[in-house]
């Protein structure tokens, strides 16, 4: 879907839920240096962006899974998401948590789902891919079929891609890092020496301007 992938991009970029800054980058909480960052819940904050987003994943769901009978979300960052997408679809929604409630009934799944059932996971932002892995396993111990997951965004990391091969899950994004930085070169965000400042960092983001 490259069509899409840029668009998506320009949209994150427009809004500022992708900022983009080589020259002066953030600190990750990893304790990375980065000259990205991402924060995907603005997009709920544009009505226009937000359906765009809700619309592309049903639009991805029916493609690729047509056979989802469930949605889930995981929390936080993809619970609204989720629901859009799942009340755009028509299909009964789910998220789960980090971990297990720690009070009540203990639950790590919210809502609710029947043994067997088919579910696309739905998820905003996919760096390593651990946290959104941790998800899938949960609702692989509850007995539903997991066919796959959608995300936003990817950074594309090595790792994450090999996180998800060796976990056997498929993976489809909306949008990529290789997308967007051809998008903020299209549209003059960045420049060319920045292009390849962002380029640099994607081959070794652990040492850069260490």
Request: aromatic residues 8%.
């Amino acid at each position: 879907m490259p069509s899409v992938e840029k668009t998506i991009a320009k949209s994150l970029l427009e809004i500022k839920a992708v900022k983009l800054s080589p020259k002066n980058p953030f600190t990750w909480a990893s304790g990375w240096n980065s000259p990205i960052y991402c924060d995907n819940r603005v997009t709920l904050s544009h009505p226009t962006i937000r359906k765009q987003i809700y619309q592309s994943f049903a639009e991805l769901i029916a493609e690729k899974y047509p056979e989802a009978e469930l949605i889930a979300g995981v929390a936080t960052g993809a619970i609204a998401h989720g629901v859009l997408v799942a009340e755009e679809m028509n299909k009964p929604f789910i998220y789960v948590r980090s971990a297990p409630k720690g009070h009540g009934l203990g639950n790590q799944i919210e809502g609710q789902y029947q043994k067997g059932q088919k579910v696309v996971v739905v998820e905003d932002l996919i760096s390593t891919g651990g946290s959104s892995l941790s998800a899938v396993e949960a609702l692989k111990q509850a007995e539903v079929e997991v066919l796959g997951m959608v995300a936003i965004f990817t950074y594309g990391f090595p790792k994450a891609e090999e996180n998800f091969r060796n976990a056997q899950v498929a993976l489809n994004t909306l949008s990529s890092y290789n997308a967007l930085v051809e998008a903020a070169l299209e549209i003059g965000y960045i420049n060319i020496d920045e292009l390849n400042d962002l380029k640099e960092w994607r081959k070794s983001p652990e040492t850069w301007r260490k």
